[in-house]
C-alpha cells in the first residue's frame, strides 16, 4: 500500500470462512481501494540565501542581486544591527554614535529592495544582545547586576531584558522600520538570556515570571505588530 496506489480489498482464502462449517469461497473481484494522500500542507522550501553587506546592497553598481539569481539563490540576508548596538544603517533608534560611518539611509535600502524582483528579502538584527542600547537604558531595558547597575558579560558586553517594556518598544520599532523599508522577512539572532559570563551576578528577584515565560510571549506580541506578510524567524543558538 502507498499514497497515492492502492490496496486489494482483503477476502477470506478460498475454502475457508463464508459459509456453515467454515468453507466457502472468497468474495468475487473487489474494486480496489485507493488511498489519497493527506490535507496536510506542504513544507516551504527552504530559503536559499547569500548573505550581504547593507553597504553591497545599496551599490545600484554591483550585480550581487544578479549574481545571487545566476546562482540559483532565492534570497539574500543583510545584517542591519549588530550585537554590540551597531546599526548599519541610519536608523532614528539608534543611539548617538551606534551607527557605522558608512551607514546607509532608509531611502538607500528602499530603493534597493525595489530590486530585488523575486528574491526573498530578509533583515538580520541582533535581538536581545545589543550593549548599546542596554547600557543606555539600564533600569528599562538592560540585563542589571544585584547592585542594579548593568551586567557585563564574559566579552564585557551587555543584553536587553525581554521581560523589560523598554526592550519591547525599542525592538518592535526596529522590526517595524525593517518591514517597512520593503522587507520580506525578520530573522532574529542572540534570542536567549545571557547563557555565558559570571551569571550568578544577575539579577532576577524583580522578575514575576520565570525567563522562559518571559521570553514565550515575545514573538506573537511581534507579529502582532507586524502583521501577517512579514515573515519572523529565530536563529538558534
Not at 8 to 20: D, L
Not at 202 to 222: G, H, N, Q
Not at 228 to 233: K, P, V
Request: glycine share 10%; net charge negative; charged share 20%.
Amino acid at each position: 500500500r502507498g499514497l497515492g496506489g492502492s490496496v486489494e480489498n482483503a477476502g477470506a482464502p478460498s475454502g475457508t470462512g463464508g459459509g456453515p462449517g467454515g468453507m466457502g469461497n472468497a468474495p468475487a473481484d473487489l474494486p480496489p481501494v485507493e488511498i489519497l494522500p493527506s490535507d496536510a500542507p506542504e513544507e516551504p522550501d527552504p530559503l536559499q540565501a547569500v548573505v550581504l553587506t547593507a553597504a553591497a546592497l545599496c551599490d545600484a553598481d554591483a550585480s550581487y542581486l544578479a549574481d545571487a539569481r545566476a546562482a540559483g539563490r532565492t534570497g539574500f540576508v543583510v545584517e542591519l544591527k549588530g550585537d554590540n548596538g551597531t546599526f548599519y544603517y541610519t536608523s532614528p533608534r539608534a543611539l548617538k554614535d551606534a551607527a557605522v560611518p558608512a551607514a546607509v539611509t532608509e531611502s538607500q535600502l528602499h530603493t534597493a529592495l525595489d530590486r530585488r524582483e523575486d528574491l526573498t528579502a530578509v533583515a538580520q538584527l541582533s535581538c536581545f544582545h545589543d550593549s548599546a542600547y542596554a547600557f543606555s537604558d539600564m533600569a528599562g531595558a538592560g540585563v542589571c547586576q544585584k547592585n542594579g547597575y548593568i551586567w557585563y558579560d564574559y566579552q564585557n558586553s551587555h543584553w536587553l531584558d525581554p521581560a523589560k517594556a523598554g526592550t519591547k518598544d525599542y525592538l518592535f520599532a526596529v522590526a517595524e522600520e525593517c518591514r517597512d523599508m520593503g522587507f520580506d522577512e525578520i530573522l532574529l539572532t542572540q534570542f536567549h538570556y545571557p547563557v555565558r559570563g559570571k551569571l550568578y551576578k544577575i539579577d532576577y528577584s524583580k522578575m514575576t515570571v520565570t525567563r522562559e515565560a518571559a521570553l514565550c510571549p515575545f514573538l506573537p506580541e511581534l507579529r502582532e505588530v507586524l502583521g501577517e506578510d512579514t515573515a519572523l524567524s529565530i536563529e538558534m543558538d
